[in-house]
T-cell receptor, first 112, second 115 residues
Framework: KQEVTQIPAALSVPEGENLVLNCSFT??????LQWFRQDPGKGLTSLLL?????REQTSGRLNASLDKSSGRSTLYIAASQPGDSATYLC???????????FGKGTKLTVNP | GAVVSQHPSRVICKSGTSVKIECRSL??????MFWYRQFPKQSLMLMAT?????????EQGVEKDKFLINHASLTLSTLTVTSAHPEDSSFYIC???????????FGSGTQLSVL
């Protein structure tokens, strides 16, 4: 059974800092991995999707890496801003299934 | 981008009553919709997958007779929590997918509180 773990559960940083969020998964036979942002009352927004054959994806100040063999992914946020404050979720999809398995998330607070 | 509208955003009901949650894809046709729930400090957990015009596929441990899912059109799926109990209190969220596309679009979620 696939399990996804995110560390830390919560993180508070001053504005402008670069930060890394961690995600690990127990079964390396994944199809893809996604990072989402969850804002209260606004549902989830997909940030980055990495296919199992890829090593990283970048979008603006966000960079996500994937080390499938070790079962790890990181989300790097550069020059953090207060607007980045949200809960960040990592989720994987197994091959042959559309089912997403989510971690519990990391609640990020960026202080002005 | 694609928008998924989910209503209501919050509902409080008495134990034993039924609650219906709607999930609409506003500007695209969703061939597949997923329903998740999230208990406090827990992960989002998939409850069921529904394809338009066919019966939903439920995850292990999810009672299909309690959580009724209808996906009668390509733009609307509903989740009805029947005979709700306090332990059904949770955050329910839907997501929609276009056939052949990997990206999922999520609704804003429904916080259900059963008294």
């Amino acid at each position: 059974k696939q399990e996804v773990t995110q560390i830390p559960a919560a993180l508070s940083v001053p504005e402008g800092e670069n930060l890394v969020l961690n995600c690990s998964f127990t079964d390396s036979a994944i199809y893809n991995l996604q990072w989402f942002r969850q804002d209260p009352g606004k549902g989830l927004t997909s940030l980055l999707l990495i296919q199992s054959s890829q090593r990283e994806q970048t979008s603006g100040r966000l960079n996500a890496s994937l080390d499938k063999s070790s079962g790890r992914s990181t989300l790097y946020i550069a020059a953090s801003q207060p607007g980045d404050s949200a809960t960040y979720l990592c989720a994987v999809t197994q091959g042959g299934s559309e089912k997403l398995v989510f971690g519990k998330g990391t609640k990020l607070t960026v202080n002005p | 981008g694609a928008v998924v509208s989910q209503h209501p955003s919050r509902v409080i009901c008495k134990s034993g009553t039924s609650v219906k949650i709607e999930c609409r894809s506003l500007d695209f046709q969703a061939t597949t919709m997923f329903w998740y729930r999230q208990f406090p400090k827990q992960s989002l957990m998939l409850m069921a997958t529904s394809n338009e015009g066919s019966k939903a596929t439920y995850e292990q441990g999810v009672e299909k007779d309690k959580f009724l899912i209808n996906h009668a059109s390509l733009t609307l799926s509903t989740l009805t929590v029947t005979s709700a109990h306090p332990e059904d209190s949770s955050f329910y969220i839907c997501s929609a997918q276009v056939a052949g596309k990997e990206k999922l679009f999520f609704g804003s979620g429904t916080q259900l509180s059963v008294l």
